[in-house]
């Protein structure tokens, strides 16, 4: 992996309940000396990307982030487009919804309107979501270039649950499936308890650049309940790929089971 990257990939440490780290919890976490994670962080620092509390000298992100995310939104109004989409999906479902985007070798959510019901699934804000383990992760697998899938497959597939899949066979399976249904489930395969249906955000290129998707207790899911939710995530999920300004392959068709 090169240094860049390597540096670059602290920062998907940071999330809502960890908005800091101090230098050793980075090199326990990334794997890398402290030496050179802190060499990365002065060098990131220096860009403003991430800055160092004067007393606890813990590490967490700078002002520079704040910057970026405001050009990028300004020129690809994510934020705009997405969230009145999420608002209504979770209102005709009742459920909570979420929208990411790829970030690297993850997606990351950039979008979460959650449930008004007090059993209700949560998610942390810019929470990064493993491809394999995550009905967005299939659903974005499904439709990434073949490349990116033959990356996915290769890749190692850690357990987050016992029903976590974990063989590239049966991944690849899971991946066929959702490309002939146009969705993506999954049945507590990244939180206990937790069922999620998702559905691919196409890019300019008509390859997926992300997932729209709705995540509801597993106490609650029905087939009734699953064919409601799909049929408000179907538009959700092409109004959130025609806001994005992508397009869809021509071999798209509506989910259907």
């Known amino acids: 992996m090169r240094t860049v990257e390597k540096a670059l990939r602290l920062l998907d440490y940071y999330d809502g309940q960890n908005p800091e780290f101090g230098l050793s919890d980075l090199a326990r976490l990334s794997g890398i000396d402290k030496a050179t994670v802190?060499?990365?962080?002065?060098?990131?620092?220096?860009?403003?990307?991430?800055?160092?509390?004067?007393?606890?000298?813990?590490?967490?992100?700078?002002?520079?982030?704040?910057?970026?995310?405001?050009?990028?939104?300004?020129?690809?109004?994510?934020?705009?487009?997405l969230t009145p989409i999420l608002e209504r999906?979770?209102?005709?479902?009742?459920?909570?919804?979420?929208?990411?985007?790829?970030?690297?070798?993850?997606?990351?959510?950039?979008?979460?309107?959650?449930?008004?019901?007090?059993?209700?699934?949560?998610?942390?804000?810019?929470?990064?979501?493993?491809?394999?383990?995550?009905?967005?992760?299939?659903?974005?697998?499904?439709?990434a270039r073949p490349e990116l899938r033959a990356q996915l497959l290769a890749a190692p597939l850690p357990a987050a649950t016992a029903t976590t899949p974990t063989d590239?066979?049966?991944?690849?399976?899971?991946?066929?499936?959702?490309?002939?249904?146009?969705?993506?489930?999954?049945?507590?395969?990244?939180?206990d308890e937790v069922f999620g249906i998702?559905?691919?955000?196409?890019?300019?290129?008509?390859?997926?650049?992300?997932?729209?998707?709705?995540?509801?207790?597993?106490?609650?899911?029905?087939?009734?309940?699953t064919a409601a939710i799909l049929a408000a995530l179907a538009p959700a999920a092409r109004e959130a790929t025609l806001g994005l300004g992508g397009r869809f392959p021509p071999t798209q068709r509506p989910a259907a089971d």
């Not at 990351?108 to 804000?125: A, D, K, M, W, Y």
């Not at 066979?169 to 993506?184: I, N, T, V």
């Not at 998702?198 to 309940?225: E, K, Q, W």
């Open 38 to 81: 802190l060499r990365m962080l002065g060098d990131m620092a220096a860009t403003g990307l991430v800055d160092q509390d004067p007393e606890s000298r813990k590490w967490r992100l700078g002002a520079g982030i704040l910057r970026l995310a405001r050009l990028r939104e300004a020129a690809f109004p994510v934020t705009r487009v």
């Open 89 to 143: 999906l979770a209102a005709e479902t009742g459920e909570t919804a979420h929208a990411s985007l790829i970030s690297g070798r993850h997606l990351g959510t950039v979008g979460i309107v959650e449930s008004t019901r007090s059993n209700r699934v949560s998610l942390e804000p810019g929470q990064m979501l493993p491809l394999h383990a995550t009905a967005s992760g299939l659903a974005y697998g499904a439709f």
């Open 168 to 191: 590239p066979h049966r991944l690849a399976e899971l991946l066929d499936q959702a490309a002939r249904r146009g969705y993506a489930v999954a049945d507590q395969t990244y939180e």
């Open 198 to 225: 998702a559905m691919p955000i196409f890019g300019p290129d008509g390859f997926a650049t992300g997932a729209l998707a709705v995540a509801t207790p597993i106490s609650r899911m029905t087939d009734t309940h």
